[in-house]
């Protein structure tokens, strides 16, 4: 079957640095996604990442291994307002997303 | 109207009822979705539709239906609503090569 695996929560410092994994277990791989959803509102996009290494954007920072079948999502200079969750997707070989159950992270001052 | 917008917001429906919940998109995108979202689980991909005129099945798409008359309209009715029905629904829309989506505010609908 397939499966995304990703942390349920985690807690981090207001400033400090917070890295968010993703694993995955798919019918073929055609990109991974990182969505952000503040409580009560919709997702929305982050990162896109289909080869290998490091995409940077700003704070946020994804990270993609297709042959080990993880990504992280990097979050820098964590602010109060980057309490969320975190949603990791896969794209497997129909161009069907496969989506982990999101991780919740919350900041603290 | 911009980008994509869902009704009503949220809902609360008797089982057994008939119930549609309705989205719209500006974006003149192709490809519209319908998920559920429940506690614990990640997304969940009910119905979708790769262009106008045509419609496919997803992971849970039992109870529900949609249809696609034009690009911009996609509802999705639940015939007979039931209470494991009771979930956030997001309608999405894609129009880019990379595939990202573009989400509604949501549904947020209760059988009882």
């Known amino acids: 079957g397939q499966n995304i695996d990703q942390p349920t929560e985690m807690t981090a410092t207001e400033g400090a640095i917070v890295q968010i994994n993703c694993t995955y277990q798919t019918s073929g791989f055609n990109g991974l996604f990182w969505y952000q959803q503040h409580a009560g509102e919709a997702p929305t996009f982050l990162s896109y990442n289909v080869l290998d290494g490091l995409e940077e954007k700003g704070r946020f920072s994804s990270f993609l291994s297709r042959s080990k079948g993880y990504s992280y999502l990097l979050l820098k200079e964590l602010q109060m307002k980057d309490s969320a969750s975190y949603l990791c997707?896969?794209?497997?070989?129909?161009?069907?997303?496969?989506w982990g159950a999101g991780t919740k992270l919350i900041i603290k001052p | 109207i911009a980008g994509i917008t869902q009704a009503p917001t949220s809902q609360i429906l008797a089982a057994g009822r008939r119930m549609t919940l309705r989205c719209t998109q500006d974006?003149?995108?192709?490809?519209m979705y319908w998920y559920r979202q429940d506690l614990g689980l990640g997304l969940r991909l009910i119905h979708y539709?790769?262009?106008?005129?045509?419609?496919g099945k997803g992971e849970v798409p039992d109870g529900y239906s949609v249809s696609r008359a034009n690009t911009d309209d996609f509802p999705l009715t639940l015939a007979s609503a039931v209470p494991s029905q009771t979930s956030v629904y997001f309608c999405?829309?894609?129009?880019?090569?990379?595939?990202?989506?573009?989400f509604g505010e949501g549904s947020r609908l209760t059988v009882l």
């Open positions: 997707a896969v794209r497997d070989s129909n161009y069907q997303l496969i």
């Open positions: 974006m003149r995108h192709n490809a």
């Open positions: 539709s790769n262009t106008a005129g045509t419609t």
């Open positions: 999405a829309s894609s129009g880019r090569e990379s595939g990202e989506l573009f």
